[in-house]
């Protein structure tokens, strides 16, 4: 079992920028993928960024330029640096760990963006 701690979110001013944080523990496997997804209310969950243990990383179009994923390995914990934050962007957060056979999500933390 994988556990995910999250926190950073809340509101923000359109414009302005957030950092989530979610570390990892439990039975971590030196190969993964870490990343955020975010589902806003009536839409399906979607994928916002993710970055492997090797440091590649995959934004979605709408964040790309905006949005900073990174990780610190030996903290087991992935980042989420939020700037030129647009309402549109408001959504629960959730932060995922995937690694061979096993897929965890943490509880998720709102991220509220007003214009």
């Known amino acids: 079992q994988v556990q995910l701690v999250e926190s950073g979110g809340g509101l923000v001013q359109a414009g302005g920028s957030l950092r989530l944080s979610c570390a990892a523990s439990?039975?971590?496997?030196?190969?993964?993928?870490m990343g955020w997804y975010r589902q806003a209310p009536g839409k399906q969950r979607e994928l916002v960024a993710q970055?492997?243990?090797?440091?590649?990383?995959n934004y979605a179009d709408s964040v790309k330029g905006r949005f900073t994923i990174s990780r610190d390995n030996a903290k087991n914990t992935v980042y989420l640096r939020m700037g030129s934050l647009k309402p549109e962007d408001t959504a629960v957060y959730y932060c995922?760990?995937?690694?061979?056979?096993?897929?965890?999500w943490g509880q998720g933390t709102q991220v509220t963006v007003s214009s």
């Open positions: 995922n760990y995937k690694q061979i056979l096993s897929n965890y």
């Open positions: 439990g039975n971590i496997f030196s190969i993964n993928t």
């Open positions: 970055i492997t243990s090797g440091g590649s990383t």
